[in-house]
Protein backbone atom coordinates (compact mmCIF):
# COMPACT_ATOMS: atom_id res chain seq x y z
CA UNK A 1 0.00 0.00 0.00
CA UNK A 2 1.04 3.13 -1.07
CA UNK A 3 1.94 5.54 2.22
CA UNK A 4 -0.82 8.21 2.84
CA UNK A 5 0.66 11.54 1.33
CA UNK A 6 3.86 10.15 0.98
CA UNK A 7 6.28 11.86 -2.34
CA UNK A 8 6.49 9.41 -5.30
CA UNK A 9 9.74 9.41 -7.05
CA UNK A 10 9.68 9.86 -11.00
CA UNK A 11 10.87 6.48 -12.05
CA UNK A 12 9.95 3.08 -14.36
CA UNK A 13 6.06 2.72 -14.52
CA UNK A 14 5.19 0.26 -12.22
CA UNK A 15 3.93 -3.57 -13.89
CA UNK A 16 1.07 -3.10 -11.08
CA UNK A 17 -0.37 0.50 -12.15
CA UNK A 18 -1.38 2.38 -8.85
CA UNK A 19 -5.20 2.23 -10.00
CA UNK A 20 -4.83 -1.25 -9.97
CA UNK A 21 -3.70 -1.38 -6.24
CA UNK A 22 -5.99 0.77 -5.00
CA UNK A 23 -9.07 -0.87 -6.46
CA UNK A 24 -7.67 -4.11 -5.11
CA UNK A 25 -8.08 -2.27 -1.19
CA UNK A 26 -11.44 -2.02 -2.21
CA UNK A 27 -14.45 -4.46 -0.78
CA UNK A 28 -15.66 -6.18 -3.61
CA UNK A 29 -19.13 -5.98 -4.88
CA UNK A 30 -21.21 -8.30 -4.77
CA UNK A 31 -21.94 -11.09 -7.22
CA UNK A 32 -24.07 -9.45 -9.43
CA UNK A 33 -23.20 -5.77 -9.25
CA UNK A 34 -20.02 -5.03 -11.75
CA UNK A 35 -16.97 -3.65 -10.86
CA UNK A 36 -15.91 -1.23 -13.93
CA UNK A 37 -12.40 -0.12 -12.69
CA UNK A 38 -11.71 -3.96 -12.05
CA UNK A 39 -11.84 -4.38 -15.36
CA UNK A 40 -8.99 -5.25 -17.72
CA UNK A 41 -11.15 -5.49 -21.29
CA UNK A 42 -11.27 -2.20 -22.93
CA UNK A 43 -14.87 -2.50 -22.97
CA UNK A 44 -16.96 -5.21 -21.21
CA UNK A 45 -15.93 -7.40 -18.68
CA UNK A 46 -16.86 -10.79 -17.89
CA UNK A 47 -18.63 -10.89 -14.60
CA UNK A 48 -18.16 -14.59 -12.75
CA UNK A 49 -21.29 -16.13 -11.96
CA UNK A 50 -23.58 -14.03 -14.89
CA UNK A 51 -25.19 -16.76 -16.53
CA UNK A 52 -25.80 -14.56 -20.38
CA UNK A 53 -24.43 -11.16 -20.42
CA UNK A 54 -21.17 -9.82 -19.74
CA UNK A 55 -21.57 -6.85 -17.64
CA UNK A 56 -20.95 -3.51 -18.94
CA UNK A 57 -18.73 -1.46 -17.58
CA UNK A 58 -20.71 1.53 -17.92
CA UNK A 59 -23.77 0.15 -16.29
CA UNK A 60 -22.24 0.11 -12.39
CA UNK A 61 -25.64 -0.83 -10.78
CA UNK A 62 -26.15 -3.71 -13.23
CA UNK A 63 -29.61 -2.09 -14.77
CA UNK A 64 -29.02 -5.19 -17.49
CA UNK A 65 -29.89 -7.78 -14.76
CA UNK A 66 -33.31 -6.44 -14.67
CA UNK A 67 -33.57 -8.99 -17.80
CA UNK A 68 -34.51 -12.40 -17.62
CA UNK A 69 -31.85 -14.86 -19.13
CA UNK A 70 -33.95 -15.12 -22.11
CA UNK A 71 -34.00 -11.26 -23.30
CA UNK A 72 -30.33 -11.30 -21.70
CA UNK A 73 -29.40 -14.01 -24.42
CA UNK A 74 -31.05 -11.62 -27.40
CA UNK A 75 -28.84 -8.66 -25.79
CA UNK A 76 -25.99 -10.84 -26.09
CA UNK A 77 -25.90 -11.87 -29.48
CA UNK A 78 -26.44 -8.50 -30.89
CA UNK A 79 -23.46 -7.33 -28.40
CA UNK A 80 -21.47 -10.27 -30.28
CA UNK A 81 -22.21 -8.87 -33.46
CA UNK A 82 -21.66 -5.39 -32.80
CA UNK A 83 -18.53 -6.24 -31.27
CA UNK A 84 -17.12 -8.63 -34.09
CA UNK A 85 -19.24 -6.36 -37.49
CA UNK A 86 -20.14 -3.18 -36.72
CA UNK A 87 -17.55 -2.04 -34.21
CA UNK A 88 -14.21 -2.09 -36.69
CA UNK A 89 -15.62 -0.36 -39.13
CA UNK A 90 -17.61 2.40 -37.42
CA UNK A 91 -15.18 4.78 -37.62
CA UNK A 92 -14.38 4.00 -41.40
CA UNK A 93 -17.85 4.23 -42.29
CA UNK A 94 -18.40 7.34 -40.27
CA UNK A 95 -15.58 9.26 -41.81
CA UNK A 96 -16.90 8.17 -45.44
CA UNK A 97 -20.30 8.76 -44.93
CA UNK A 98 -21.32 5.86 -46.58
CA UNK A 99 -23.94 3.25 -44.71
CA UNK A 100 -22.82 -0.20 -44.51
CA UNK A 101 -25.71 -1.86 -46.12
CA UNK A 102 -23.97 -5.03 -46.24
CA UNK A 103 -24.52 -5.44 -42.86
CA UNK A 104 -28.36 -5.17 -43.02
CA UNK A 105 -29.19 -8.70 -44.05
CA UNK A 106 -26.81 -9.76 -40.68
CA UNK A 107 -29.42 -7.33 -38.26
CA UNK A 108 -32.09 -8.89 -39.95
CA UNK A 109 -30.76 -12.30 -38.68
CA UNK A 110 -30.44 -11.20 -35.47
CA UNK A 111 -34.15 -10.78 -35.20
CA UNK A 112 -34.54 -7.35 -32.97
CA UNK A 113 -36.35 -5.52 -35.71
CA UNK A 114 -39.55 -4.64 -34.74
CA UNK A 115 -39.11 -6.91 -31.40
CA UNK A 116 -41.24 -4.29 -29.44
CA UNK A 117 -44.62 -5.23 -31.81
CA UNK A 118 -47.21 -7.78 -31.28
CA UNK A 119 -47.24 -10.01 -34.78
CA UNK A 120 -48.53 -13.77 -35.43
CA UNK A 121 -46.61 -16.07 -33.75
CA UNK A 122 -44.20 -13.74 -31.41
CA UNK A 123 -45.72 -11.76 -28.94
CA UNK A 124 -44.27 -8.62 -28.31
CA UNK A 125 -40.59 -8.55 -26.16
CA UNK A 126 -40.79 -6.25 -23.01
CA UNK A 127 -40.02 -2.39 -23.39
CA UNK A 128 -36.72 -3.09 -21.00
CA UNK A 129 -35.71 -5.59 -23.60
CA UNK A 130 -36.63 -3.24 -27.20
CA UNK A 131 -34.51 0.04 -24.99
CA UNK A 132 -31.67 -1.92 -24.21
CA UNK A 133 -31.15 -3.32 -27.99
CA UNK A 134 -31.42 0.50 -28.49
CA UNK A 135 -28.77 1.34 -25.76
CA UNK A 136 -26.82 -1.46 -26.93
CA UNK A 137 -26.86 -0.30 -30.27
CA UNK A 138 -25.90 3.36 -29.46
CA UNK A 139 -23.27 2.61 -27.14
CA UNK A 140 -21.01 0.76 -30.54
CA UNK A 141 -22.74 3.10 -33.17
CA UNK A 142 -24.91 5.82 -32.96
CA UNK A 143 -25.53 6.04 -36.70
CA UNK A 144 -26.37 2.23 -36.71
CA UNK A 145 -28.92 2.66 -33.73
CA UNK A 146 -29.96 5.83 -35.46
CA UNK A 147 -30.91 3.76 -38.35
CA UNK A 148 -32.63 1.17 -36.49
CA UNK A 149 -34.43 3.91 -34.68
CA UNK A 150 -35.85 5.59 -38.22
CA UNK A 151 -37.09 2.35 -39.80
CA UNK A 152 -37.86 0.15 -36.41
CA UNK A 153 -39.15 2.91 -34.52
CA UNK A 154 -40.05 6.14 -36.90
CA UNK A 155 -41.33 4.11 -40.01
CA UNK A 156 -42.68 0.69 -38.88
CA UNK A 157 -44.63 2.28 -35.90
CA UNK A 158 -46.63 4.87 -38.26
CA UNK A 159 -47.45 1.63 -39.90
CA UNK A 160 -48.87 -0.51 -36.32
CA UNK A 161 -50.12 2.07 -35.09
CA UNK A 162 -51.86 4.09 -37.91
CA UNK A 163 -51.87 1.82 -40.44
CA UNK A 164 -55.18 -0.90 -41.22
CA UNK A 165 -55.11 -4.60 -40.54
CA UNK A 166 -54.29 -5.04 -44.61
CA UNK A 167 -51.52 -2.26 -44.74
CA UNK A 168 -49.90 -4.23 -42.06
CA UNK A 169 -50.01 -7.40 -43.26
CA UNK A 170 -48.92 -5.80 -46.71
CA UNK A 171 -45.72 -3.64 -45.95
CA UNK A 172 -44.60 -5.61 -41.99
CA UNK A 173 -43.58 -8.68 -42.89
CA UNK A 174 -40.92 -7.68 -45.31
CA UNK A 175 -39.90 -4.64 -42.60
CA UNK A 176 -39.13 -7.41 -39.87
CA UNK A 177 -36.90 -8.85 -42.47
CA UNK A 178 -35.49 -5.38 -43.50
CA UNK A 179 -36.29 -6.93 -47.32
CA UNK A 180 -37.78 -3.07 -47.21
CA UNK A 181 -36.65 -0.56 -45.65
CA UNK A 182 -38.45 2.31 -43.81
CA UNK A 183 -37.94 6.00 -43.82
CA UNK A 184 -40.47 9.03 -41.86
CA UNK A 185 -40.71 12.39 -43.54
CA UNK A 186 -41.86 14.61 -41.05
CA UNK A 187 -39.28 17.89 -41.21
CA UNK A 188 -39.81 20.45 -43.49
CA UNK A 189 -36.99 23.18 -44.80
CA UNK A 190 -39.43 25.82 -43.05
CA UNK A 191 -40.69 23.50 -40.14
CA UNK A 192 -38.42 21.39 -37.34
CA UNK A 193 -39.88 22.67 -33.76
CA UNK A 194 -43.15 23.96 -35.36
CA UNK A 195 -44.71 21.34 -37.77
CA UNK A 196 -47.50 20.55 -34.82
CA UNK A 197 -48.89 24.06 -36.20
CA UNK A 198 -48.90 23.14 -39.52
CA UNK A 199 -47.37 21.49 -42.95
CA UNK A 200 -46.22 23.25 -46.04
CA UNK A 201 -46.41 19.94 -47.61
CA UNK A 202 -50.09 19.80 -49.18
CA UNK A 203 -52.12 16.54 -50.15
CA UNK A 204 -55.01 16.69 -52.94
CA UNK A 205 -57.30 13.92 -53.36
CA UNK A 206 -58.11 13.07 -56.89
CA UNK A 207 -60.41 10.02 -56.54
CA UNK A 208 -58.60 7.06 -55.22
CA UNK A 209 -55.29 9.08 -55.84
CA UNK A 210 -53.59 11.80 -53.65
CA UNK A 211 -51.57 14.56 -54.96
CA UNK A 212 -48.22 14.82 -52.60
CA UNK A 213 -46.43 18.27 -53.17
CA UNK A 214 -43.72 20.30 -51.00
CA UNK A 215 -40.33 19.21 -49.64
CA UNK A 216 -38.81 17.49 -46.69
CA UNK A 217 -35.49 17.75 -44.76
CA UNK A 218 -33.35 15.96 -42.40
CA UNK A 219 -34.75 12.40 -43.99
CA UNK A 220 -32.75 9.59 -42.50
CA UNK A 221 -32.62 6.39 -44.43
CA UNK A 222 -34.90 8.04 -47.09
CA UNK A 223 -31.69 8.08 -50.22
CA UNK A 224 -32.40 4.39 -50.20
CA UNK A 225 -35.73 3.44 -48.14
CA UNK A 226 -38.47 1.66 -50.15
CA UNK A 227 -41.25 3.23 -48.03
CA UNK A 228 -41.06 6.50 -46.84
CA UNK A 229 -43.97 8.00 -44.53
CA UNK A 230 -44.73 11.46 -45.77
CA UNK A 231 -46.80 13.49 -43.64
CA UNK A 232 -48.55 16.27 -45.60
CA UNK A 233 -51.70 18.37 -44.91
CA UNK A 234 -55.25 17.43 -46.48
CA UNK A 235 -55.80 20.83 -48.50
CA UNK A 236 -59.56 20.23 -48.00
CA UNK A 237 -60.08 19.20 -44.26
CA UNK A 238 -56.62 20.99 -43.05
CA UNK A 239 -55.36 17.93 -41.13
CA UNK A 240 -52.63 16.37 -41.67
CA UNK A 241 -52.45 12.81 -43.09
CA UNK A 242 -49.42 9.93 -43.73
CA UNK A 243 -48.75 8.49 -46.62
CA UNK A 244 -46.50 5.78 -47.59
CA UNK A 245 -44.62 6.82 -50.35
CA UNK A 246 -42.46 4.07 -52.72
CA UNK A 247 -38.92 5.31 -53.99
CA UNK A 248 -40.15 5.22 -57.33
CA UNK A 249 -43.37 7.03 -56.96
CA UNK A 250 -43.74 9.70 -60.05
CA UNK A 251 -42.24 12.86 -58.40
CA UNK A 252 -40.99 12.05 -55.68
CA UNK A 253 -37.00 12.54 -54.93
CA UNK A 254 -34.68 12.09 -52.51
CA UNK A 255 -30.95 13.87 -52.64
CA UNK A 256 -28.45 13.26 -49.53
CA UNK A 257 -27.59 16.52 -47.69
CA UNK A 258 -23.65 16.41 -47.67
CA UNK A 259 -20.80 18.24 -44.84
CA UNK A 260 -23.09 17.16 -41.86
CA UNK A 261 -20.73 16.93 -39.29
CA UNK A 262 -22.52 13.84 -36.85
CA UNK A 263 -24.07 10.63 -37.51
CA UNK A 264 -22.30 10.68 -40.88
CA UNK A 265 -23.37 7.21 -41.60
CA UNK A 266 -26.85 7.90 -41.81
CA UNK A 267 -28.21 9.09 -44.89
CA UNK A 268 -29.99 12.13 -44.64
CA UNK A 269 -32.10 13.41 -47.51
CA UNK A 270 -33.82 16.64 -48.83
CA UNK A 271 -36.91 14.99 -50.18
CA UNK A 272 -39.04 16.64 -53.82
CA UNK A 273 -42.72 16.18 -53.76
CA UNK A 274 -43.61 17.42 -57.34
CA UNK A 275 -47.01 16.46 -58.14
CA UNK A 276 -46.14 12.82 -56.34
CA UNK A 277 -49.19 10.52 -56.82
CA UNK A 278 -50.16 7.97 -53.64
CA UNK A 279 -52.73 5.68 -54.41
CA UNK A 280 -55.56 6.12 -51.59
CA UNK A 281 -54.51 2.51 -50.46
CA UNK A 282 -51.42 3.72 -48.92
CA UNK A 283 -52.56 6.25 -46.98
CA UNK A 284 -51.85 5.50 -43.20
CA UNK A 285 -56.06 4.72 -42.58
CA UNK A 286 -55.87 5.47 -38.69
CA UNK A 287 -54.02 9.28 -39.20
CA UNK A 288 -56.31 11.56 -39.62
CA UNK A 289 -55.02 14.68 -37.75
CA UNK A 290 -51.55 15.31 -35.83
CA UNK A 291 -52.22 13.88 -32.85
CA UNK A 292 -51.79 10.89 -34.81
CA UNK A 293 -48.60 11.54 -35.93
CA UNK A 294 -47.88 12.77 -31.60
CA UNK A 295 -48.33 9.00 -30.63
CA UNK A 296 -45.65 7.62 -33.27
CA UNK A 297 -43.38 10.58 -31.82
CA UNK A 298 -44.11 9.81 -27.93
CA UNK A 299 -43.45 6.09 -28.69
CA UNK A 300 -40.39 6.92 -30.11
CA UNK A 301 -38.99 9.87 -28.45
CA UNK A 302 -38.30 7.53 -25.25
CA UNK A 303 -36.18 5.44 -27.49
CA UNK A 304 -33.42 8.89 -28.01
CA UNK A 305 -33.52 9.04 -24.46
CA UNK A 306 -32.04 5.64 -24.73
CA UNK A 307 -29.93 6.30 -27.47
CA UNK A 308 -28.51 9.09 -25.83
CA UNK A 309 -27.45 6.69 -22.53
CA UNK A 310 -25.84 4.27 -24.81
CA UNK A 311 -24.15 6.90 -26.78
CA UNK A 312 -22.42 8.58 -23.73
CA UNK A 313 -21.49 5.34 -22.19
CA UNK A 314 -19.85 4.38 -25.04
CA UNK A 315 -17.69 7.27 -24.64
CA UNK A 316 -17.18 6.85 -20.94
CA UNK A 317 -15.99 3.74 -21.71
CA UNK A 318 -13.52 4.21 -24.58
CA UNK A 319 -12.57 7.15 -22.25
CA UNK A 320 -12.24 4.49 -19.08
CA UNK A 321 -10.15 2.76 -21.25
CA UNK A 322 -7.94 4.98 -22.45
CA UNK A 323 -7.25 6.22 -18.94
CA UNK A 324 -6.21 3.03 -17.60
CA UNK A 325 -3.65 2.61 -20.39
CA UNK A 326 -2.34 6.37 -21.24
CA UNK A 327 1.09 7.25 -19.11
CA UNK A 328 1.81 10.95 -17.79
CA UNK A 329 4.15 11.88 -15.43
CA UNK A 330 5.20 8.01 -14.63
CA UNK A 331 1.32 6.70 -14.11
CA UNK A 332 -1.14 6.06 -16.10
CA UNK A 333 -3.72 8.91 -16.36
CA UNK A 334 -6.30 7.37 -14.44
CA UNK A 335 -4.41 7.55 -11.54
CA UNK A 336 -4.70 11.07 -10.91
CA UNK A 337 -7.06 12.94 -9.21
CA UNK A 338 -8.77 15.11 -11.83
CA UNK A 339 -8.76 12.55 -14.37
CA UNK A 340 -10.84 10.27 -12.24
CA UNK A 341 -13.06 13.25 -11.28
CA UNK A 342 -13.72 13.62 -14.78
CA UNK A 343 -14.49 9.79 -15.26
CA UNK A 344 -16.82 9.32 -11.99
CA UNK A 345 -18.62 12.23 -13.46
CA UNK A 346 -19.82 10.39 -16.92
CA UNK A 347 -20.51 7.28 -14.58
CA UNK A 348 -22.53 9.64 -12.64
CA UNK A 349 -24.33 10.87 -15.66
CA UNK A 350 -24.34 7.40 -17.23
CA UNK A 351 -26.10 5.98 -14.43
CA UNK A 352 -28.36 8.45 -13.48
CA UNK A 353 -29.80 8.65 -16.71
CA UNK A 354 -30.16 5.15 -16.85
CA UNK A 355 -32.22 4.53 -13.74
CA UNK A 356 -34.47 7.46 -15.65
CA UNK A 357 -34.81 5.63 -18.72
CA UNK A 358 -35.72 2.20 -17.38
CA UNK A 359 -38.31 3.97 -14.98
CA UNK A 360 -39.60 5.34 -18.17
CA UNK A 361 -39.87 1.93 -19.99
CA UNK A 362 -41.46 0.55 -16.91
CA UNK A 363 -43.87 3.42 -17.59
CA UNK A 364 -44.41 2.75 -21.26
CA UNK A 365 -44.72 -1.09 -20.81
CA UNK A 366 -47.54 -0.13 -18.40
CA UNK A 367 -49.07 1.95 -20.83
CA UNK A 368 -49.15 5.35 -18.53
CA UNK A 369 -46.37 7.04 -20.19
CA UNK A 370 -47.14 10.80 -20.53
CA UNK A 371 -45.76 13.57 -22.90
CA UNK A 372 -43.92 14.88 -20.03
CA UNK A 373 -42.81 12.45 -18.91
CA UNK A 374 -41.25 11.33 -22.35
CA UNK A 375 -39.87 14.66 -23.26
CA UNK A 376 -38.41 15.11 -19.72
CA UNK A 377 -36.13 11.99 -20.46
CA UNK A 378 -35.33 13.42 -23.86
CA UNK A 379 -33.84 16.46 -22.98
CA UNK A 380 -32.70 15.46 -19.68
CA UNK A 381 -30.65 12.69 -20.69
CA UNK A 382 -29.26 14.25 -24.03
CA UNK A 383 -28.08 16.90 -21.75
CA UNK A 384 -26.16 14.71 -19.21
CA UNK A 385 -24.98 13.00 -22.83
CA UNK A 386 -23.30 16.34 -24.26
CA UNK A 387 -21.43 16.82 -20.97
CA UNK A 388 -20.49 12.93 -20.40
CA UNK A 389 -18.77 13.19 -23.91
CA UNK A 390 -17.65 16.08 -23.71
CA UNK A 391 -15.42 14.95 -20.85
CA UNK A 392 -14.43 11.98 -22.73
CA UNK A 393 -12.92 13.91 -25.00
CA UNK A 394 -11.46 15.88 -22.38
CA UNK A 395 -9.45 12.76 -20.48
CA UNK A 396 -8.13 12.07 -24.39
CA UNK A 397 -6.78 15.30 -24.69
CA UNK A 398 -5.55 15.36 -28.69
CA UNK A 399 -6.39 12.09 -29.08
CA UNK A 400 -10.25 12.89 -28.38
CA UNK A 401 -10.51 14.36 -31.34
CA UNK A 402 -8.65 11.63 -33.40
CA UNK A 403 -11.28 9.21 -34.87
CA UNK A 404 -9.95 5.97 -34.25
CA UNK A 405 -9.84 6.45 -30.62
CA UNK A 406 -13.92 6.05 -30.95
CA UNK A 407 -14.52 9.39 -28.50
CA UNK A 408 -14.68 11.61 -31.36
CA UNK A 409 -17.36 10.00 -32.91
CA UNK A 410 -19.40 9.91 -30.03
CA UNK A 411 -18.86 13.85 -28.88
CA UNK A 412 -20.38 14.38 -32.38
CA UNK A 413 -22.82 12.25 -32.75
CA UNK A 414 -24.16 13.34 -29.60
CA UNK A 415 -25.06 17.26 -31.14
CA UNK A 416 -27.52 15.46 -33.35
CA UNK A 417 -29.10 13.47 -30.81
CA UNK A 418 -29.24 16.03 -28.80
CA UNK A 419 -31.41 18.06 -31.42
CA UNK A 420 -33.80 15.55 -33.28
CA UNK A 421 -36.77 14.62 -32.29
CA UNK A 422 -37.36 17.60 -30.16
CA UNK A 423 -34.64 20.07 -29.08
CA UNK A 424 -33.92 20.27 -25.23
CA UNK A 425 -36.42 23.79 -25.43
CA UNK A 426 -38.83 21.99 -27.14
CA UNK A 427 -38.98 19.17 -25.00
CA UNK A 428 -38.56 21.25 -21.58
CA UNK A 429 -42.04 23.52 -23.14
CA UNK A 430 -43.44 20.74 -22.73
CA UNK A 431 -42.65 19.52 -19.21
CA UNK A 432 -43.39 23.31 -18.15
CA UNK A 433 -46.18 23.07 -19.80
CA UNK A 434 -47.46 20.10 -18.11
CA UNK A 435 -46.24 21.05 -14.56
CA UNK A 436 -47.78 24.49 -14.43
CA UNK A 437 -50.86 24.26 -16.84
CA UNK A 438 -49.59 27.17 -18.96
CA UNK A 439 -47.92 27.37 -22.41
CA UNK A 440 -44.65 28.78 -23.10
CA UNK A 441 -44.43 27.90 -26.37
CA UNK A 442 -44.67 31.57 -28.17
C1 LIG B 1 -29.25 14.03 -37.86
C2 LIG B 1 -30.70 14.38 -37.92
C3 LIG B 1 -31.61 13.42 -38.32
C4 LIG B 1 -32.98 13.72 -38.46
N1 LIG B 1 -33.85 12.78 -38.94
C5 LIG B 1 -35.13 13.14 -39.19
C6 LIG B 1 -36.02 12.20 -39.81
O1 LIG B 1 -35.65 11.05 -40.11
N2 LIG B 1 -37.28 12.60 -40.06
C7 LIG B 1 -37.74 13.84 -39.74
O2 LIG B 1 -38.90 14.14 -40.01
N3 LIG B 1 -36.92 14.75 -39.15
C8 LIG B 1 -35.63 14.43 -38.87
N4 LIG B 1 -34.77 15.34 -38.27
C9 LIG B 1 -35.27 16.69 -37.95
C10 LIG B 1 -35.33 17.01 -36.47
O3 LIG B 1 -36.43 16.37 -35.87
C11 LIG B 1 -35.32 18.54 -36.32
O4 LIG B 1 -33.99 18.94 -36.61
C12 LIG B 1 -35.73 19.00 -34.94
O5 LIG B 1 -37.09 18.78 -34.72
C13 LIG B 1 -35.44 20.51 -34.75
O6 LIG B 1 -35.91 21.27 -35.82
P1 LIG B 1 -34.92 22.27 -36.57
O7 LIG B 1 -33.62 21.60 -36.79
O8 LIG B 1 -35.64 22.77 -37.78
O9 LIG B 1 -34.65 23.45 -35.56
P2 LIG B 1 -35.57 24.75 -35.33
O10 LIG B 1 -36.96 24.35 -35.09
O11 LIG B 1 -35.30 25.73 -36.42
O12 LIG B 1 -34.96 25.32 -33.97
C14 LIG B 1 -33.77 26.09 -33.92
C15 LIG B 1 -33.51 26.48 -32.46
O13 LIG B 1 -34.58 27.29 -31.97
C16 LIG B 1 -35.11 26.72 -30.79
N5 LIG B 1 -36.55 27.00 -30.70
C17 LIG B 1 -37.50 26.78 -31.64
N6 LIG B 1 -38.71 27.12 -31.18
C18 LIG B 1 -38.52 27.56 -29.90
C19 LIG B 1 -39.39 28.06 -28.88
N7 LIG B 1 -40.72 28.16 -29.06
N8 LIG B 1 -38.84 28.42 -27.71
C20 LIG B 1 -37.53 28.29 -27.50
N9 LIG B 1 -36.66 27.83 -28.41
C21 LIG B 1 -37.15 27.46 -29.61
C22 LIG B 1 -34.82 25.22 -30.91
O14 LIG B 1 -34.84 24.58 -29.66
C23 LIG B 1 -33.44 25.25 -31.54
O15 LIG B 1 -32.46 25.46 -30.57
C24 LIG B 1 -33.43 15.03 -38.12
C25 LIG B 1 -32.50 15.99 -37.67
C26 LIG B 1 -31.16 15.68 -37.57
C27 LIG B 1 -30.21 16.74 -37.10
Not at 39 to 44: D, E, I, K, V
Not at 267 to 272: C, E, L, S
Not at 324 to 333: L, S
Amino acid sequence: MRPAGGRRERGPVSDQPVLDQLVAEQPRPGRSVPDPAASTAPRTQDAPGLDVLPVLTGDLYGYEQMLDAQDQRVLADLRDWLQRRVAPIANEQWEKAEFPHHLVPELAELGVIGLGYDRPGRPAASRLLTSFVTLELSRVDTSMATFFGVHSGLAMGSIVLLGSDEQRERWLPDMYALRKIGAFALTEPGGGSDVALGLDTTARREGDVWVLDGAKRWIGNATFADLVVVWAKDVDDGRVKGFVVHQDNPGFTATKMEGKLALRAVQNADIVLEGCRVPEADRLQGANSFKDTGKVLQLTRGGVAWSSVGCQMGAYEAALAYARQREQFGKPIGGFQLVQDLLVRMLGNVTASLGMVVRLAELQEAGTCTDAQAALAKGWCTSRMRESVGWAREVLGGNGILLENDVARFFNDAEALYSYEGTREINTLIVGRAITGQSAFV
